[in-house]
């Protein structure tokens, strides 16, 4: 069965740092690019981050640049999403998907295209 995990996901304080994981099974994510979207609640889904196969380029939206990171263990066929300095407006339900290969990262994240595969989601809360 193919599908994506997505874990580290909880309550934290604004400042604080969680790390998110984007675990595979039943396929090897080092041959798709992969990203990282949230959907708060009343809101759309958006990009926050993804990464091509090809050249290891990545993608981040503007309201995450200088606080989220997004890598690849392709040993562990994971992909994390470290993300820093939280604020209570990064709240919501992350995603992690793939796509294929030659889709970019652009494509992925600003007009959410040519996902194949998407987890189920994991709830990150920033709150005091």
């Known amino acids: 069965q193919l599908q994506l995990v997505e874990s580290g996901g909880g309550l934290v304080q604004p400042g604080g740092s969680l790390r998110l994981s984007c675990a595979a099974s039943?396929?090897?994510?080092?041959?798709?690019?992969i990203g990282w979207f949230r959907q708060a609640p009343g809101k759309e889904r958006e990009g926050v981050s993804c990464?091509?196969?090809?050249?290891?380029?990545?993608y981040y939206a503007d309201s995450v640049k200088g606080r989220f990171t997004i890598s690849r263990d392709n040993a562990k066929n994971t992909v994390y999403l470290q993300m820093n300095s939280l604020k209570p407006e990064d709240t919501a339900v992350y995603y992690c998907?793939?796509?294929?290969?030659?889709?970019?990262?652009?494509?992925?994240?600003?007009?959410?295209?040519?996902?194949?595969?998407w987890g189920k989601g994991t709830l990150v809360t920033v709150s005091s």
């Open positions: 039943g396929f090897t994510l080092d041959y798709y690019a």
């Open positions: 998907a793939a796509a294929h290969p030659l889709t970019t990262v652009q494509a992925m994240c600003v007009i959410l295209y040519g996902m194949n595969y």
């Open positions: 990464i091509s196969v090809s050249d290891g380029s990545t």
